[in-house]
């Protein structure tokens, strides 16, 4: 696969690449080297598709994040772990030196489970440290034990390109890149008040971005009105990071973004997750589900209330439909996909 580096679109801390199948028609040429512009997604009608049609959206790399794993290559018992795993739903590993391993395990971690090695920055995590962990069931990731250190590699986050303004991008990440429950206790919460909005704002996005990076990104005036199918009044917020609502994943108003109007089956709403994602206790489909081997379910911040009061975000399910109503705030083993300028 091929990349190529692009013009910085909004600080020069913001390097861009792209892909060469996401190359739009006919920029692949000898001259692509000049194409420097990023494009809104391209939407072509297909009845093949679920959803009806068919999106290629432009893509960035920014920030870093862990998400393959990492293991010793004399250590079978892991490495067989993962091909069990690999098969049922997909992970990405890499194997390393018995060497390299030794400097991996003995470095030295901060509070956050992070350290770097040569040029390379890992994180290490136990079974504790997850979100969830359900290691009897083939759809999670399998802690075989709850006193090893597993490692993981921080490596480029992929964002997809929703909408180009100017010198403004709007990004939302191509993979779920964490477990993170929407709020940690049971409550009626909204946005504004979740855990996972102090999460992203405040944790995630120390661990994957410099500062530089960090002041690339804009203050968004994030709106959270009703969304069509919700009863529940949102205060508006200002934060560096968010997930998408409901209206952006299903307005006919928001369908430059590249998804489809309705509610259904959307190809465009289906996720896959990193390694580090399924550790921390993402639930995926397994390898019987071909269409959608890997997805996961993950959150917008839209919250409604079910038929008994209780607060439930919506989220986009294991194929692409929206669900409303059904899963609570403190659910454990949905997706995170941050989103922003």
């Given at each position: 696969m091929k990349h190529r580096i692009f013009?910085?679109?909004?600080?020069?801390?913001?390097?861009?690449?792209?892909?060469?199948w996401l190359l739009p028609t006919g920029m692949w040429t000898e001259k692509a080297e000049a194409a420097t512009t990023l494009k809104d997604p391209r939407i072509v009608e297909d009845s093949s598709m679920a959803a009806g049609q068919k999106v290629t959206w432009d893509c960035v790399w920014f920030g870093s994040y862990p998400q393959s794993e990492v293991v010793c290559e004399n250590d079978s018992e892991t490495i067989?772990?993962?091909?069990?795993?690999?098969?049922?739903?997909?992970?990405?590993?890499?194997?390393?030196?018995?060497?390299?391993?030794?400097?991996?395990?003995n470095a030295s971690y901060d509070s956050n489970g992070d350290a770097t090695v040569g040029k390379t920055k890992y994180r290490r995590i136990k079974m504790d440290d997850a979100t969830d962990t359900r290691s009897d069931n083939e759809r999670f990731y399998n802690w075989t034990d709850s006193i090893s250190y597993h490692y993981f590699k921080y490596e480029p986050i992929k964002w997809r390109v929703l909408q180009v303004d100017g010198k403004d991008a709007f990004?939302?990440?191509?993979?779920?890149?964490?477990?993170?429950?929407?709020?940690?206790?049971?409550?009626?919460?909204?946005?504004?008040?979740?855990?996972?909005?102090?999460?992203?704002?405040?944790?995630?996005?120390?661990?994957?971005?410099?500062?530089?990076?960090?002041s690339a990104m804009k203050t968004t005036d994030v709106e959270n009105s009703n969304a069509e199918y919700g009863a529940i009044k949102n205060n508006n917020t200002k934060d560096k990071i968010f997930l998408l609502s409901e209206s952006e994943l299903c307005f006919e108003i928001y369908a430059v973004y590249g998804f489809s109007s309705q509610m259904d089956s959307d190809e465009g709403r289906r996720s896959k997750s990193t390694t580090y994602a399924?550790?921390?206790?993402?639930?995926?489909?397994?390898?019987?589900?071909?269409?959608?081997?890997?997805?996961?379910?993950?959150?917008?911040?839209?919250?409604?209330?079910?038929?008994?009061?209780?607060?439930?975000?919506?989220c986009t399910t294991f194929d692409g439909r929206l669900r409303v109503g059904i899963y609570g705030v403190h659910s454990s083993c949905f997706a995170v996909r941050p989103a922003l300028h």
């Amino acid at each position: 696969m091929k990349h190529r580096i692009f013009s910085r679109i909004i600080v020069t801390a913001l390097l861009l690449t792209m892909t060469a199948w996401l190359l739009p028609t006919g920029m692949w040429t000898e001259k692509a080297e000049a194409a420097t512009t990023l494009k809104d997604p391209r939407i072509v009608e297909d009845s093949s598709m679920a959803a009806g049609q068919k999106v290629t959206w432009d893509c960035v790399w920014f920030g870093s994040y862990p998400q393959s794993e990492v293991v010793c290559e004399n250590d079978s018992e892991t490495i067989a772990n993962l091909e069990t795993m690999d098969k049922n739903f997909g992970v990405e590993y890499s194997k390393v030196s018995q060497n390299t391993w030794n400097s991996i395990v003995n470095a030295s971690y901060d509070s956050n489970g992070d350290a770097t090695v040569g040029k390379t920055k890992y994180r290490r995590i136990k079974m504790d440290d997850a979100t969830d962990t359900r290691s009897d069931n083939e759809r999670f990731y399998n802690w075989t034990d709850s006193i090893s250190y597993h490692y993981f590699k921080y490596e480029p986050i992929k964002w997809r390109v929703l909408q180009v303004d100017g010198k403004d991008a709007f990004l939302m990440a191509d993979k779920a890149l964490d477990a993170q429950q929407y709020n940690i206790e049971d409550a009626s919460i909204t946005w504004e008040e979740s855990t996972v909005r102090s999460w992203l704002n405040e944790t995630f996005i120390n661990s994957a971005f410099t500062s530089s990076e960090r002041s690339a990104m804009k203050t968004t005036d994030v709106e959270n009105s009703n969304a069509e199918y919700g009863a529940i009044k949102n205060n508006n917020t200002k934060d560096k990071i968010f997930l998408l609502s409901e209206s952006e994943l299903c307005f006919e108003i928001y369908a430059v973004y590249g998804f489809s109007s309705q509610m259904d089956s959307d190809e465009g709403r289906r996720s896959k997750s990193t390694t580090y994602a399924k550790a921390m206790g993402i639930c995926s489909t397994e390898q019987w589900d071909r269409e959608n081997r890997g997805n996961c379910v993950w959150w917008s911040r839209s919250v409604s209330v079910n038929g008994y009061g209780g607060y439930c975000p919506t989220c986009t399910t294991f194929d692409g439909r929206l669900r409303v109503g059904i899963y609570g705030v403190h659910s454990s083993c949905f997706a995170v996909r941050p989103a922003l300028h």
